[in-house]
């Protein structure tokens, strides 16, 4: 369960369907939350509507055509949207405007008939000018939601495994399978609604831009049914007692130790077996050389050279 002071990193990991459900719900308001900052021509009005046009005009616009592709002039639209939402390039709204009609619309073609393959589809749309694995996910999650997510910065640093803005593609396909199975995850739990990756992007947007601009937003974020209510005692117990950490180092330890027990058993050359001891000497969890000796002289009658183990120990 995430909690109202939680960051959109541990909302992701923690969040119910429920709370999912709440803050995908939210996105408008966060939009508007993030367009009330705006400053420059055009105002807050911009964003909302170049934000509606992306999120709900541009797609039907794609797959109105027999066969999907985009214009020139909604690459353009697009990467105007994309540059109020999240960071302004200077000039790179010129170097998209050197792309022809022809060359735009043949590689948005190629590239949604190489869906699912997301890394083919992002490749073949950055042939064109000025356009980044960001934009090109932007299209991307315009056309197929249920594949692909936008290559937002807010939602980059919320992804776990991923907490970072490296514009690459291998990046944005490891941030766009983590959406990819946290939609699976959630539809799994909740069939009263149907998750895309991009759906998973925009509730996380949200969540991020309410933390950051607006917390009013996050007043009403449910509770599951089964959490107790005012249950001061409950809440001191669990202070008081935290749940036991996992001795993972512990079972490495043990783990360490059989290793050893069955070189040292296993009849190989007395070379071979000091080579597979030096390889697992080297693992992080380190354990006294004595115990080793001490068991291995049990055991067989085999004698060690001593500075081998000095040097572990």
Known sequence: ???????????????????????????????????????????????IRMDAWYQEEFPKLIHSRKEPYITHEELVQLTKWKLIREKFRPNLIDLVRINTE??????????????????????MLTCLKGVGPASASAILAAAYPDQAPFMADECMLSTPGVETMDYTVAEYLNYAMELKKKSNHLNSLDSSQTWTPHQIELALWAHFVAGSLDQSILSDLPLP???????????????????KLRRSRKVLFKMKIQLTQWIVLFPVVERLQMMLLNMLMRIPIRIRATKIMDWSLQQRSVVFNSTFFNQYS
């Open 225 to 243: 049914e089964d959490l107790p209510q005012n249950n001061d005692n409950d809440g001191q117990e669990k202070v008081k007692n935290p749940p």
């Open 102 to 123: 022809k060359a735009v619309t043949t590689h948005s073609k190629k590239a949604f008939k190489r869906l699912p393959n997301l890394g083919g589809a992002i490749a």
């Open 1 to 47: 369960m995430a909690s109202v002071n939680d960051t959109t990193l541990e909302f992701f990991s923690k969040a119910t369907p429920a709370q999912w459900s709440y803050m995908f719900s939210k996105y408008k308001d966060a939009l508007k939350a993030k367009a009330s900052r705006r400053t420059k021509k055009g105002g807050p009005e911009e964003l």
